[in-house]
């Protein structure tokens, strides 16, 4: 497993070590030794969750304001720009974003600490998403922030208006939403 740093301090990169023959391949995609001595993160992961989407969905940016998740997050189908957005007030990085593409190919992993809202715009048909959280899902400590918001300028590398939920079009702009001291 190979980690590289992005931007937003804490926010990691993760390449598996795929081992690859004529029969198709191999690769541990979860360690959680190897992921506590990488990441320096010891909370176990209490949570798996699996999604389904169409080209064109865009889901997020996502965040619990109370029993804040960490996330390990991958692609095992198709292909999503996952985007990472820094809500920690007194973060030096706090507003920016950094996005990254995650496939069934390149099968690089997202390391997301609590403190950031989440989301990702799905690139290619029955894309399928998962991801290991390190606090349970509390609907009623949920966020959103607005995904378009004009003072992020996020680019979602989309070719036409998103498939949205409810939930997302009625998301928040960052200067008026819940985050993180």
């Known amino acids: 497993m190979q980690l590289e ?21 191999f690769y541990e995609s979860f360690n959680q030794r190897v992921f506590q001595e990488l990441t320096g993160f010891d909370t176990p992961f209490v949570q798996d969750n699996h999604s ?10 996502h965040y619990q ?5 960490g996330k390990l997050v991958r692609v095992v189908r198709g292909a999503v720009l996952d985007v990472v957005l820094d809500i920690r007030r007194t973060s ?3 507003g920016q974003w950094f996005s ?7 099968r690089q992993q997202m390391w997301i600490p609590p403190g950031f809202a989440h989301g990702f715009s799905v ?13 349970y899902w509390a609907a009623e400590h949920e966020r959103c922030i607005l995904w378009n918001d004009p003072a992020l300028g996020i680019d979602w590398q989309l070719e036409s208006a998103p498939l949205l939920s409810e939930k997302d079009r009625q998301g928040l702009p960052l200067d008026m939403a819940e985050v993180f001291e």
């Not at 740093?5 to 391949?25: A, E, N, Q, W, Y």
């Not at 690139?123 to 606090?135: A, G, N, P, Q, V």
């Open 92 to 94: 030096p990085t706090f």
């Open 123 to 135: 690139l290619e048909d029955d894309t399928e998403f998962l991801y290991k959280t390190t606090d």
């Open 100 to 106: 990254a593409v995650l496939s069934q190919t390149n």
């Open 52 to 61: 389904r989407s169409s080209r064109g969905v865009l889901r997020g940016l």
């Open 5 to 25: 740093t992005t931007p937003l301090s804490g926010v990691l990169l993760i390449k598996p070590h795929v081992f690859g023959d004529h029969r198709g391949f």
């Open 65 to 69: 304001i109370r029993q804040p998740q």
